[in-house]
């Protein structure tokens, strides 16, 4: 059964680097999002991306971060310059987005740790 | 402000017991997702449900789009249940709130 991939599965960086999360979405889908769960919380929403282009992004994600499907394939998020609040688990999700299929389907998470 | 409440936010069951779980949102077009996050962190679509009933195995999930509330239910609950449930409604934008989850436990 095809899935949604990410990578790495975990990832540390120093405060103020610049990481990228990669995920590939299952490959006739349509759209794509990035969420992110801090350790005891609940998930949030940060971006989702239809057509090349934002489709809708929450107030976590400002010009700190950036989202790309650079191939066709890949769909990564970059984080510029890291903070300490920037560690969690950072979930990928792909949607068909055909008539009648809107279930999303996620990816394994990358644990980012920021020290 | 929470958009999507879940009740309870705890909730620890017998082997075999019938367990509910709750979900009334405030936004959204008239869809949900039921998710199913595993102590290991991954996330895993159960539902999107946009009326009446749906059912796969032990589990049902039901809405009611007036009231802007759904149920989930686990018959003849198993400790491989034990994971949080989590619901989710999409706006018309195509952003997704989430609930804060429900814990299950399930004992033996």
């Known amino acids: 059964e095809p899935e949604v991939t990410q990578t790495p599965s975990h990832q540390v960086t120093q405060m103020g680097q610049e990481v990228i999360l990669r995920c590939v979405p299952i490959s006739n889908h349509l759209y794509f999002y990035w969420y992110r769960q801090i350790l005891g919380q609940k998930v949030e929403f940060l971006v989702s991306f239809y057509n090349n282009e934002i489709s809708e992004k929450s107030e976590i994600f400002d010009d700190q971060f950036s989202v790309e499907r650079p191939d066709g394939s890949n769909f990564t998020l970059k984080i510029r310059s890291t903070k300490l609040e920037d560690s969690a688990m950072y979930f990928c999700?792909?949607?068909?987005?055909?008539?009648?299929?809107?279930?999303?389907?996620f990816g394994p998470g990358t644990r980012l740790t920021v020290t | 402000k929470n958009e999507v409440e879940q009740s309870p936010q705890n909730l620890t069951a017998q082997e075999g017991e019938f367990i509910t779980i709750n979900c009334s949102y405030s936004v959204g077009i008239s869809a949900l997702h039921w998710l199913q996050q595993h102590p290991g962190g991954g996330i895993v679509s159960l539902f999107m449900l946009s009326s009446g009933k749906k059912k796969h195995g032990r589990l049902i999930a039901t809405i009611n789009i007036q009231e802007k509330h759904s149920s989930l239910h686990i018959t003849a609950s198993h400790p491989r249940d034990s994971a949080v449930y989590i619901c989710a409604v999409p706006n018309t934008g195509n952003q997704f709130y989430f609930g804060t989850g429900t814990s299950l436990t399930v004992i033996p």
């Open positions: 999700a792909s949607l068909p987005g055909l008539a009648g299929s809107y279930e999303q389907y």
